[in-house]
C-alpha cells in the first residue's frame, strides 16, 4: 500500500471486525482496511467504501479459498465433503501456495501472491515488498493447470533472482528461505 500511497500512515488494528469499525467510528483511524468477504457474512456491506483491486494490491495466497481437513481414512466424511471441492479453486490456491511455501511464507511477511485461470493455463502473479513499501519484488508466469504446482515454484524463484532472499532475511532473521 505504501508503495501506491507513500502519504499514508500505516497502524496496527487488532480485534474483532466491531472493535475495529469502533475504533473507526471513534475518529481513531481515518480508514481501515477489512475482507469485503468478512463484512459480507457479518451483515455489514453498508460499511464497504471501496473495494481494493488486484491490479493496486495482490492478496496473501490463499484469500478467499476454504480449506477442510478429515481423518484420510474416514471415506463417509469424504463422500460428503467432495461437492465442496471446486477444482478450479484448488489449481489456483495449488500454485498460490507452492510459492509461500518456497519463500518459506507465513502470516508477517511481505509476500502476496495471486492465480488466475485462462484457459487450460494457469497465470500466477508473485511479489515480495520491503519494509515500509521501499522495495516491490513483481515476477508472473504462465503454465498449464497440471503444472500449478511447478509454476508457484517458477515464481518464487524469479522473485528469488531479484533478491527476495535479502528481504525476506531481514524479516525473518536468518530463517531458511528454499
Same mark, same amino acid.
Given at each position: 500500500?505504501?508503495?501506491?500511497?507513500?502519504?499514508?500512515?500505516? !497502524?496496527?488494528?487488532?480485534?474483532?471486525?466491531?472493535?475495529?469499525?469502533?475504533? &473507526?467510528?471513534?475518529?481513531?483511524?481515518?480508514?481501515?482496511? +477489512? =475482507?469485503? *468477504?468478512?463484512?459480507?457474512? &457479518?451483515?455489514?456491506?453498508?460499511?464497504?467504501?471501496?473495494?481494493?483491486?488486484?491490479?493496486?494490491? +495482490?492478496?496473501? @495466497? @490463499?484469500? @478467499?479459498?476454504?480449506?477442510?481437513?478429515?481423518?484420510?481414512?474416514?471415506?463417509?466424511?469424504?463422500?460428503?465433503? =467432495?461437492?465442496?471441492?471446486?477444482?478450479?479453486?484448488?489449481? !489456483?490456491?495449488?500454485?498460490?501456495?507452492?510459492?509461500?511455501?518456497?519463500?518459506? @511464507?507465513?502470516?508477517?511477511?511481505?509476500? *502476496?501472491?495471486?492465480?488466475?485461470?485462462?484457459?487450460?493455463?494457469?497465470?500466477? !502473479?508473485?511479489?515480495?515488498?520491503?519494509?515500509?513499501?521501499?522495495?516491490?519484488?513483481?515476477?508472473?508466469?504462465?503454465?498449464?493447470?497440471?503444472?500449478?504446482?511447478?509454476?508457484?515454484?517458477?515464481? *518464487?524463484?524469479? &522473485?528469488?533472482?531479484?533478491?527476495?532472499?535479502?528481504?525476506?532475511?531481514?524479516?525473518?532473521?536468518?530463517?531458511?528461505?528454499?
Amino acid at each position: 500500500m505504501l508503495a501506491r500511497r507513500p502519504d499514508l500512515q500505516i !497502524r496496527f488494528l487488532r480485534g474483532n471486525v466491531n472493535t475495529r469499525l469502533a475504533k &473507526l467510528d471513534a475518529g481513531e483511524y481515518d480508514a481501515i482496511i +477489512l =475482507a469485503a *468477504a468478512g463484512l459480507i457474512r &457479518l451483515g455489514f456491506e453498508n460499511r464497504i467504501t471501496s473495494a481494493i483491486s488486484v491490479d493496486d494490491s +495482490l492478496p496473501a @495466497g @490463499g484469500q @478467499g479459498a476454504v480449506g477442510i481437513e478429515c481423518r484420510s481414512v474416514d471415506a463417509e466424511i469424504h463422500a460428503l465433503l =467432495a461437492p465442496l471441492h471446486h477444482e478450479d479453486t484448488a489449481v !489456483r490456491v495449488i500454485a498460490e501456495r507452492s510459492l509461500n511455501k518456497h519463500l518459506n @511464507g507465513g502470516c508477517q511477511v511481505p509476500i *502476496a501472491c495471486y492465480a488466475v485461470l485462462e484457459g487450460d493455463d494457469v497465470w500466477l !502473479r508473485g511479489l515480495v515488498g520491503g519494509p515500509a513499501g521501499s522495495v516491490l519484488l513483481h515476477a508472473e508466469a504462465r503454465a498449464p493447470q497440471t503444472s500449478a504446482q511447478a509454476l508457484g515454484v517458477q515464481v *518464487a524463484e524469479a &522473485l528469488l533472482a531479484q533478491g527476495a532472499a535479502d528481504i525476506l532475511k531481514a524479516v525473518y532473521g536468518e530463517a531458511n528461505i528454499e
